[in-house]
């Protein structure tokens, strides 16, 4: 299996911050990433596929990048409502493997 | 708009069986291959189990495969998740759901409101 690793585990930032964060493949997986945020008892909701796609309805502040087996999500300009554990997923491969989650604060 | 609604979560002992039902409304069901991924309490999420839109092929994870089995009834609008001989270690929500297109799952689009299971004796 493909392993997704995510860094930091957790942060903490300001409304009005730029924060990035990171996942790291195992191997390769060209632009098969995805990324999901998840509020406290809510369902996960994409926010970035094939590594730098907007997901219609989502907020411009949020991009993705990378390929390979590097990846980023960057929001900028942090709002409250940023405040969520984000998880990067591979799709070139099954089993479809998630990170292990970085948890958002906005203090 | 499109809808998952899950139903058939629980509270089983070790060994036995559930099945979780989930009705998609709001979209072209058969159109769709879902998926079912669940989150143990307090942890990540974990792929489940994928089928595609017509049923023909279907994708389990190692930890579950051979006491979980997906279906789907497309003139039903409805995916469905048998969990048997069920263990601790599966306790967690369930969700289902959609992928983008019929016959595999580059990212999940929609998902569900999630089910619990919790096994436990």
């Known amino acids: 299996d493909i392993q997704m690793t995510q860094s930091p585990s957790s942060l903490s930032a300001s409304v009005g911050d730029r924060v990035t964060l990171t996942c790291r493949a195992s191997?390769?997986?060209?632009?098969?990433l995805n990324w999901y945020q998840q509020t406290p008892g809510k369902a996960p909701k994409v926010l970035i596929y094939?590594?730098?796609s907007l997901q219609s309805g989502a907020p411009s502040r949020f991009s993705g990048s990378g390929s390979g087996t590097d990846f980023t999500l960057t929001i900028t300009r942090l709002q409250p409502e940023d405040s969520a554990t984000y998880y990067c997923?591979?799709?070139?491969?099954?089993?479809?493997?998630f990170g292990q989650g970085t948890r958002l604060e906005i203090k | 708009e499109v809808q998952l609604l899950e139903s058939g979560g629980g509270f089983v002992q070790p060994g036995e069986s559930l099945r979780l039902s989930c009705a998609g409304s709001?979209?072209?069901?058969?159109?769709?291959?879902m998926a079912w991924v669940r989150q143990a309490p307090g942890k990540g999420l974990e792929w489940v189990s994928g089928?595609?839109?017509?049923?023909?092929?279907?994708l389990y994870a190692d930890s579950v495969k051979g006491r979980f089995s997906i279906a789907r009834d497309n003139s039903k609008n409805t995916l469905y998740l048998q969990l048997n001989t069920l263990r601790a270690d599966d306790t967690a929500v369930y969700y289902c759901?959609?992928?983008?297109?019929?016959?595999?799952?580059?990212?999940?689009?929609?998902w569900g409101q999630g089910t619990l299971v919790s096994v436990s004796s």
């Open positions: 089928i595609t839109g017509d049923g023909g092929s279907t």
């Open positions: 191997q390769n997986i060209g632009h098969y």
């Open positions: 094939s590594a730098s």
């Open positions: 709001g979209f072209t069901f058969s159109n769709f291959a």
């Open positions: 997923q591979q799709s070139i491969t099954t089993p479809l493997t």
């Open positions: 759901a959609r992928a983008p297109g019929s016959s595999g799952w580059p990212w999940i689009d929609s």
